[in-house]
């Protein structure tokens, strides 16, 4: 099937990536511009693996604070060279990233970092919950195991719902943000401070409070 330059522009304007990615995707999907993009996208996420390991030196620091100086939040985002860094793409990134962090208060970047204690007392918790639940003891493992990725989806943030796309997790959001800029990208530490934390006080919906200000 013959494809078009209208075809092929459509497609870059819609995924940002190259003309001859564009027009070989275009190709293989037979024109279908659903398909070509889901093909660029697994294709990028492909690119964006191998790249994962590439050194990344450079970057920015970025603050967020919720309005009214209730929330704040220090972020560091890496990637390869100072030109990316520079980049409104990869600065509007580390922006989402900031606010992900106020709003969800993620206490790890990855579920690698979350000390083994912790794991084992959350694991011990679920199992007493699964038997209480009358589950039958040979299956209570493996429920426990799967609950487990709940319990990392709350603490951890590569592992949490993207605020702006609860569909898409925020390690896929690196991933494409590395396959689109076509560098290593990463999230390397973050604080959070809200305030009067840790001391009693009146409970507050800072989600929905962090998503009004995404809308605006």
């Known amino acids: 099937m013959a494809i078009t330059a209208a075809q092929v522009k ?5 995924t940002g990536a190259g003309m001859m990615d564009c027009k070989k995707v275009l190709q293989e999907a037979g024109g279908d511009m659903e398909k070509a993009m889901e093909l660029l996208r697994e294709k990028g996420l492909a690119k964006a693996e191998k790249k994962a390991d590439r050194v990344a030196a450079e970057g920015m620091v970025e603050s967020y604070i919720h309005a009214g100086g209730r929330i704040g939040v220090l ?15 990869f600065r509007e990134f580390v922006r989402d990233v900031a606010m992900q962090i106020a ?9 690698e970092e979350v000390p083994e204690e912790e794991v084992n007392k959350e694991r ?42 609860g569909d898409k997790k925020v390690d896929e959001l690196v991933k494409e943000k590395i396959a689109k800029i076509g560098e290593n ?29 995404v809308k605006k």
């Open 10 to 14: 459509e497609l870059r304007e819609k």
């Open 75 to 89: 972020v560091e985002v890496n990637c390869e060279t100072d030109f990316v860094a520079k980049t409104d793409d």
């Open 103 to 111: 709003a969800m208060n993620p206490r790890y970047i990855r579920r």
């Open 124 to 165: 011990e918790i679920l199992k007493t919950q699964a038997l209480q639940e009358g589950k039958p003891e040979h299956i209570v493992d493996k429920m426990v195991e799967g609950r487990l990725g709940k319990f990392y989806e709350r603490i951890c943030l590569l592992e949490q719902p993207f605020i702006k796309d």
């Open 185 to 213: 990208i990463s999230i390397r530490r973050f604080a959070r401070f809200e305030l009067g934390e840790g001391l009693e006080k009146r409970e507050d919906d800072f989600v929905s409070e962090v998503m009004s200000q």
